[in-house]
């Protein structure tokens, strides 16, 4: 920059991109319609830049990492379909999965807004539909064997053409769903955030000028690269590997590799994924822009510092085998891919950021449990369906200096617990339990959070369809912290013919009255559980999340619980034998 005037304006722009990206996610959140947007906050928010040919991201909203790291494969796919065939007033729409997508529920609007033949902004919104057609509602098709069976892919098409809609492509996406209204309502609030975006992109533009915005985008990628490859250069060189594996594919396979190698050499990172397993059958593959979401998720995690841009990326390399599980190609299927394997690709990522930084890592992958209900609503006479979130609200984990709290891991942060009142008023069911479970969070030094366990009563009769992972192969502890409590579910508790499911099980019907029970696991401990401070496990023994059993025999800490104190002598000898 030539002037401090110059570096001035460079930092207001870049904190005037944050804040349309708020802007973008308050706009989505107040006007969308399903309860995935509203309640859960299941979408992400972002701003791009297209200046000379290059796709940059440049700002996000406290979005969803496997979001909006993956828009930018989105965005670039929308230009290579596109080329110079852009126009003002355009909007565009990405999803299928081998074209910049993740799955396909997961739909990408993005507004270009051509400030000069070279100097393109892109406000974009990726968010999960509700309901994409394919044969099973809420597209968590546990049998799937092929892309076709997940849903409707729409590869790169233009659904604004200068300011208009395009009836025809809008009115084809929504006979492919269930529910119209909803997707119809949840893509108008994607595009309206989008036009709200590009009004705030343009009063950047007449307040600054395009030189200035171009200036700023240069200086914002140069900035975080320079950070990443300054801390970087701190490490040591080497290779650091890991591997980890993924329960299950939903489809009889089981413990299937992931095998990440990091190499550290000077400024710059390079991880690999030979090793890891091929495409299964199963719908556990991950698309390109997914694997490459879940690597900077953890990359992220440990360089919590520095704005997350294009620039973070550019000073790393990720090498796919193609055809793999972290590189399938169609038509493999991928529906449940942004959980699993991405939650194992996160984790065997983050163990072998470990043995670099082991102070910097932690669980930052989000919890693997999952069901979709659906059905007849008998008060509204709507069909309706519903991926509980509720029921999978933990996977935070220990970290170095600090406890796991009460959530998802921080990396997921953006998502939101849906209220409790307000899924009873949407759906038939009644929420009888939703707390932490005693003696479930991971040992260590540092404790990983507990287990949630959920409980409803269901008021009207519905399918369930269970898609779990994580039941053996939990997340993750590290520095000899113990792995988080493992996921599972129990249809129709205490009946006779209950089912309790660690794996899936596919349109199983519950009755009125019926109940529906799971366990969410919670991430893993950081350091050895001995090394505990014996008043921390105290705390948690008076917080009711440890008994004086588990106190003994997880940490070697003795509780007297007549004087609510610990036995330092009893204690002593405990942890030396």
């Known amino acids: 920059m030539s002037s401090h005037y ?340 996160i984790d065997a990522t983050m163990k072998a950021l470990e043995q670099v930084v082991p102070d910097l890592v932690g669980t930052a992958a989000c919890d693997m449990n999952g069901a979709d209900c659906f059905g007849l609503n008998s008060r509204t006479g709507r069909f309706w369906v519903d991926s509980d979130m509720a029921a999978s609200v933990m996977s935070a984990g220990g970290a170095y200096g600090v406890d796991g709290w009460g959530a998802w891991a921080a990396t997921f942060c953006a998502l939101k617990m849906p209220s409790l009142e307000m899924a009873e008023v949407q759906f038939p069911f009644v929420t009888l339990l939703q707390e932490y479970a005693c003696d479930t969070a991971a040992p260590g030094r540092w404790r990983g959070a507990p287990a949630v366990h959920y409980r409803r009563r269901n008021t009207d009769s519905m399918l369930c369809t269970v898609w779990n992972s994580g039941y053996r192969n939990s997340l993750v502890g590290y520095a000899g912290g113990a792995r988080g409590a493992g996921n599972y579910w129990v249809l129709r508790e205490g009946a006779h013919d209950e089912l309790t499911v660690v794996d899936l099980c596919n349109g199983e019907r519950l009755e009125p009255n019926s109940m529906l029970f799971s366990q969410s696991g919670g991430g893993g401990g950081w350091g050895g559980a001995l090394d505990r401070d014996p008043h921390a496990v105290l705390d948690d023994w008076l917080d009711g999340l440890v008994s004086i059993e588990g106190a003994r025999r997880d940490y070697g800490v003795v509780i007297d619980a007549s004087t609510s104190t610990v036995d330092p002598t009893a204690t002593a000898a405990a942890r030396a034998g």
Not at 219 to 225: A, K, Q
Not at 232 to 260: C, L, Q, S
């Open 6 to 345: 110059d570096m001035f304006t460079t930092e207001i722009v870049r904190n005037s991109l944050d804040i349309v990206c708020q802007e973008l996610s308050a706009t989505v959140e107040n006007t969308a319609l399903s309860p995935v947007f509203t309640l859960t906050h299941d979408y992400s928010c972002g701003v791009f830049s297209a200046i000379g040919g290059e796709v940059a991201l440049l700002a996000r909203d406290m979005a969803v990492p496997v979001h909006i790291f993956a828009s930018l494969e989105s965005v670039k796919t929308m230009f290579a379909a596109f080329g110079d065939d852009i126009h003002p007033g355009d909007v565009f729409l990405v999803t299928d999965p081998y074209m910049g997508g993740t799955h396909c529920p997961d739909w990408t609007v993005i507004k270009p807004v051509i400030l000069d033949d070279d100097t393109i902004f892109l406000p974009c919104v990726r968010g999960h539909v509700v309901d994409v057609g394919g044969p099973h509602p809420g597209n968590y098709n546990v049998d799937a064997r092929e892309i076709w069976q997940e849903g409707f892919r729409i590869p790169p098409v233009r659904i604004v053409a200068r300011g208009e809609v395009v009836r025809e492509v809008w009115e084809t996406m929504l006979a492919n769903t269930r529910m119209p209204d909803d997707v119809r309502g949840d893509l108008l609030a994607m595009v309206g955030a989008c036009r709200v975006g590009e009004r705030r992109i343009r009063e950047l533009a007449d307040k600054y000028g395009i030189a200035a915005l171009r200036e700023s985008v240069s200086y914002i990628l140069n900035y975080s690269e320079t950070r990443l490859r300054a801390l970087v250069r701190d490490w040591p060189d080497g290779t650091y590997e890991h591997t980890e594996y993924v329960d299950h594919d939903f489809a009889g396979n089981r413990d299937i590799p992931v095998k990440v190698s990091l190499t550290v050499a000077g400024d710059a990172l390079s991880v690999s994924f030979d090793g890891t397993s091929d495409a299964v059958p199963g719908f556990i593959n991950s698309p390109r822009g997914n694997t490459l979401s879940q690597v900077f998720t953890a990359l992220t995690a440990v360089c919590p510092d520095i704005p997350v841009t294009s620039g973070f990326f550019a000073p790393v390399t990720v090498t796919l085998p193609e055809g793999s599980l972290v590189d399938a190609q169609s038509p493999s299927p991928v529906g449940n891919c942004t959980l699993s394997p991405g939650t194992t690709i």
